[in-house]
Structure formats: structure tokens, C-alpha cells
């Protein structure tokens, strides 16, 4: 079954400390993968996105990056959290009709 | 850039009431999308629209999208509490940018 796996749930992490985010996705190959964040007051905003291993596309300029070390796997990363990079990130999957969205990872930086 | 203004921000309707949720785009729409968010959840993919004038339906929500392409709407029929949440569009990016753009969502709360 095609299925799209996103860890931690939650995470508070402390000002200046590195940040690690994983998506796999389960049942396909070569998927585009995609990196969201929900902020509040400011809706839900595309940050990366990938169309194959090694290919990252950035949307925004930012305090973090994104890889794809593997087909099914997207990290999402920085190396030194500031206060505003707290949100809810959500890792997607573009798999017809639309795209299929992982359970989220809710980040405090604190 | 592409910008997608959601209406009303917020509504609170009794149970067993209709409702509908407006979608404009500030360009014309080539893939419109709706989701459901379960506060502090991921999303469910509800509906995709593409062609001016198109309609679906999915259980008691319809999803219209107009016949210029640049604003949809979704209609709840009989709301139960189950459909509370907060309803998302997102927009195709278009122009050989990938991923989808999102209005910043209605939040829906069901009276009983």
C-alpha cells in the first residue's frame, strides 16, 4: 500500500540547536516530495520540494534546507533553529488526484 | 505570485444547516484543490477541480469551480459535527513550479 510516514510528532527544541525532520513514503518510486509549514497567521507555505534524489527546489529563503539522500526519503533540516522557524511542517506526496499530506510534525523552538 | 483569499475566515453554523466556504484566486485556477485539517493534523485531500464550470461531490460537500477559473466554492449540506474544521484551497503554482499554493483556510465550527 502507498503510504507516507512522518516523524516526530512533536518537538521542542531550544534556540541555536539543529533540526532534523524525516518523511518516507511507502509504495512508489521516484515521488515528488514536498515540505510545508503552517505558521500561524500565515496559512500554510511550500519551503522545498523534490523531483527526484539529490534535486531540491527552494521556495523561500530561509533558515533551513532540505535533502533527499534516497527515492523515498526527504529530510528537512537546519543548522541552527530561530524562534520563527516554530510551526506545524508537514512533508507531502504529489499522488493523483491531488496530494497526500504525512501527520505533521509540530516544532517549538523555545 | 499567486494568491488565494479564502471567505469567511471563520464561521460557526448550528448543526443540520447548509454552508459555503468561497475560494478567489488572484490568477486563473489550472488545478484547484480542497482539503479538511483537523486542528494540530495533516490533510484530507477532499476534492480536485480543473475545468471551468466543473462540479463534484464527495458525500454531503460539493465543490464548484466557475467558468472563468478564478474562484471556487464549497458547499456542506446538512452539516454534522463531523465536518468541523478548517477547510484549506491550494492552487496548482503553474508556470513550471511545482507544488501547490494555499489559502490561508476557513475555520469551520459546528453548533449542536
Known amino acids: 500500500s502507498q503510504t507516507i510516514h512522518q516523524w516526530p510528532a512533536t518537538l521542542v527544541q531550544p534556540v541555536g540547536s539543529p533540526l532534523s525532520l524525516e518523511c518516507t513514503v511507502e509504495g512508489t518510486s521516484n515521488p515528488n516530495l514536498y515540505w510545508y509549514r503552517q505558521a500561524a497567521g500565515r496559512g500554510l507555505q511550500l519551503l522545498f520540494y523534490?523531483?527526484?534524489?539529490?534535486?531540491i527546489s527552494s521556495e523561500v529563503p530561509q533558515n533551513l534546507s532540505a535533502s533527499r539522500p534516497q527515492d523515498r526519503q526527504f529530510i528537512l533540516s537546519s543548522k541552527k533553529l530561530l524562534l520563527s522557524d516554530s510551526g506545524f511542517y508537514l512533508c507531502?506526496?504529489?499522488?493523483?488526484?491531488?496530494?497526500?499530506f504525512g501527520s505533521g510534525t509540530r516544532l517549538t523552538v523555545v | 505570485s499567486q494568491e488565494l483569499e479564502q471567505s469567511p475566515q471563520s464561521l460557526i453554523v448550528q448543526e443540520g444547516k447548509n454552508l459555503t466556504i468561497n475560494c478567489t484566486s488572484s490568477?486563473?485556477?489550472?488545478?484547484l484543490y480542497w482539503y479538511k485539517q483537523k486542528y494540530g493534523e495533516g490533510l484530507i485531500f477532499l476534492m480536485m477541480?480543473?475545468?471551468?464550470?466543473e462540479e463534484k461531490s464527495h458525500e454531503k460537500i460539493t465543490a464548484k469551480l466557475d467558468e472563468k477559473k478564478q474562484q471556487s466554492s464549497l458547499h456542506i449540506t446538512a452539516s454534522q459535527p463531523s465536518h468541523a474544521g478548517i477547510y484549506l484551497c491550494g492552487a496548482d503554482k503553474g508556470g513550471g513550479a511545482d507544488g501547490l499554493t494555499f489559502g490561508k483556510g476557513t475555520h469551520l465550527i459546528i453548533q449542536p
Open positions: 523534490s523531483v527526484g534524489i539529490g534535486q
Open positions: 490568477k486563473t485556477l489550472y488545478g
Open positions: 507531502a506526496w504529489k499522488i493523483f488526484p491531488g496530494y497526500t
Open positions: 477541480l480543473q475545468k471551468g464550470g
